[in-house]
């Protein structure tokens, strides 16, 4: 954590977080129209949020586009905020209450990016995204496809009522670094479905897994899938790192605070 509350305390940086939250994913070139400042010294400010892996880096082309990554600020507030008094938890609720109020207003609703770090390789990871029996041990549904371009996916539940929350089309596909898909939570409506893209990237026995959701339509499914990609993932590492999944589902975990 040293290296995040380095990059915190600068307030430059400070800033660059301020206008990805209000626009993520953006390019250096857009950046440096926002902020009056060298393109060399933001990049140097951008590497740093990097590191700290407060900031993350997509390639799109030629271009480097950067996003908010809310892990490291999540486990500053489950490490101390969590175990704040009442009243001060209750100040934190009116100043989030406060934020969602304003993003209620936005006009645009900004690209969901997460990411996290699974002692696994490549090959595992992959095979816990696709495989049917593995998704139904973390994830409490199984996605069924046979995940070639262009074939549909099912989000099915394993309840006994095989009832299907989430379909989709698989748009890309390069095993095992890389699976693009659509992701229709509202079967049959009348809008854009969002696309889910999965990136693996290995690094010695670790893999770094960063899953970007695009084209959401409206600020609810924002919030929802902001507490739901975590705790998938979350289930998903654990799973892969221990054998087993987490002893209670943290979806159930997130509704419980509410």
């Not at 440096?32 to 390639?59: K, N």
């Not at 009832?163 to 009348?190: C, H, M, N, Q, Y």
């Not at 770094?208 to 998903?236: D, K």
């Amino acid at each position: 954590m040293d290296a995040v509350f380095k990059a915190l305390a600068d307030s430059t940086r400070r800033m660059l977080l301020d206008r990805l939250r209000e626009n993520n994913g953006q390019t250096l070139r857009e950046l440096c129209e926002r902020v009056e400042m060298a393109r060399q010294s933001l990049t140097q400010h951008l590497d740093i949020l990097e590191r700290a892996g407060l900031v993350t880096v997509l390639r799109r082309g030629r271009e480097r586009v950067h996003y908010i990554n809310p892990t490291p600020i999540h486990d500053i507030e489950q490490r101390w905020i969590s175990v704040f008094d009442r009243p001060r938890l209750d100040v934190l609720r009116a100043v989030k209450n406060q934020a969602e109020e304003y993003a209620m207003t936005a006009t645009t609703v900004p690209n969901y990016v997460y990411v996290t770090y699974i002692h696994a390789s490549a090959e595992q990871a992959w095979k816990a995204l696709t495989d049917a029996d593995l998704t139904a041990q973390y994830w409490g549904h199984a996605n069924v496809s046979d995940w070639q371009p262009g074939s549909e996916w099912e989000h099915r539940r394993v309840d006994g009522s095989d009832k299907i929350d989430v379909v989709g089309k698989v748009l890309e596909v390069d095993e095992p670094r890389r699976l693009v898909l659509t992701f229709e939570d509202s079967i049959g409506a009348d809008r854009a479905p969002s696309v889910v893209t999965f990136l693996i990237e290995s690094h010695q026995d670790i893999v770094r897994l960063t899953v970007t959701h695009e084209n959401l339509p409206n600020q609810e499914m924002l919030q929802g899938i902001s507490s739901g990609w975590p705790a998938v993932l979350a289930n998903l590492k654990s799973l892969l790192e221990t054998g087993a999944v987490l002893p209670q589902a943290p979806w159930e975990m997130s509704q419980a605070h509410a």
